[in-house]
């Protein structure tokens, strides 16, 4: 079966297991772990950092980067779309007492240096002062628009001019970064941290990178453990991850089998937004069942914005190519068997069918 709900549910290729089963490991947290080490380098040296630290997830990525950035109480000016505002379970406040201030973008989620300006706080006896801007590329909820360096450049240097620290929001840098054949350390070097994914549409079953200079990397090694996020022997994760990360231009192929969006999409890369598996409209994590949470009513948490897979169906008519592409790699998904009715928490809920409110996108 070729699943074309997301990158996020790739199966990791039989190279990948063999070399997590013959990873060299030792403690991470103790920082021993020659696995992870060689990850953390070539991370550091494909994006041009000082440092790189592994995650276990985007979102942890993200969070740690906050943490390690800012002051409790500061604000952070988030595109309003961003997944770090819209879909990390406010964690921004959960985490690290911040409190966000979304700025709409334009239609691909570009944030203009008037708008950055204009967003800043300045620290007074009344107000708490800005301390972090985060920025996405590609821009999930955007349609998955691969944006081009120049593009947000100059919000960079808007916030920099105040003394506010940027993050990228890199889930899918490798996209942007292939999509429009530009070094992915390109859509580093101006900013301050980034992270990127490993975990979608390279294959690797597991794993987030967080990027910067050296300072930076200690210090978010200490929130990385503070939020839980200190693994052991985790050479087990890191191999994949290595060889998810030798295979990033292979994405080239997965954006040329995407055909095109359902025709909201717009920016650099139009065929980037479905081969990075962003999910545009309508994908409906809603219409699941499994371990999504729910309220006890057995509806999911919006409600109000759902949309049945009929509705999904109709805007959206494909999402990613990923399985395709691993297929390709020699690195098949698994086959449900034949009659089996598995129900994952990606499984299409009947009772979901009823409701045809446009559902926003997916977070995944
Ligand atoms: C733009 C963006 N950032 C962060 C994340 C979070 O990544 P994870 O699911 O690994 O926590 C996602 C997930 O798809 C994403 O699309």
Not at 56 to 72: F, K, Y
Request: hydrophobic share 35%; proline share 6%.
């Amino acid at each position: 079966m070729i699943d074309l709900r997301s990158d996020t549910v790739t199966r990791p290729s039989e190279a990948m297991r063999e070399a997590a089963r013959d990873a060299e490991v030792g403690d991470d947290v103790y920082g021993e772990d020659p696995t992870v080490n060689e990850l953390e380098a070539r991370v550091a040296d494909v994006l041009g950092t000082e440092d790189a630290l592994l995650v276990p997830s985007g979102t942890m990525g993200n969070q740690v980067a906050a943490r390690t950035h800012t002051d409790r109480g500061q604000e952070v000016v988030c595109e309003r779309e961003s997944h770090v505002y819209k879909w990390e379970l406010g964690g921004l406040a959960q985490h690290s007492g911040l409190q966000v201030r979304p700025v709409a973008g334009d239609d691909r989620g570009v944030l203009a240096p008037e708008q950055v300006r204009e967003a800043h706080v300045a620290a007074d006896d009344h107000r708490p002062g800005t301390g972090l801007l985060t920025l996405e590329n590609t821009h999930n909820s955007k349609g998955g628009t691969a944006l081009a360096p120049e593009t947000v450049d100059a919000a960079v240097d808007a916030a920099h001019e105040r003394g506010v620290p940027v993050h990228l929001d890199g889930a899918r840098l490798f996209n942007a970064a292939v999509a429009q054949d530009v070094p992915a350390s390109r859509f580093v070097e101006p900013v301050d941290s980034a992270m990127a994914c490993l975990s979608k549409g390279l294959g690797a079953p597991v794993g987030s990178v967080l990027a910067g200079d050296a300072a930076f990397v200690e210090r978010a090694h200490r929130v990385r453990k503070l939020m839980g996020g200190g693994m052991r022997q985790a050479g087990i994760v890191a191999a994949p991850g290595l060889l998810a990360l030798e295979g990033r231009d292979r994405l080239a192929e997965d954006h040329e089998r995407a055909p095109p969006a359902s025709g909201k999409a717009s920016g650099v890369s139009r065929s980037a937004t479905t081969a990075c598996g962003s999910v545009p409209t309508g994908t409906s994590t809603t219409g699941t069942s499994g371990r999504r949470w729910r309220p006890s009513s057995g509806r999911s948490p919006d409600s109000s914005g759902r949309a049945s897979a009929r509705s999904s169906q109709a805007t959206v008519p494909t999402v990613s190519l990923v399985h395709a592409f691993l297929e390709s790699r020699g690195g098949p998904a698994e086959e449900k068997e034949d009659g089996e009715e598995k129900q994952d928490e990606h499984a299409h809920d009947p009772d979901e069918d009823e409701v045809d409110t446009p559902v926003e996108h997916a977070p995944g």
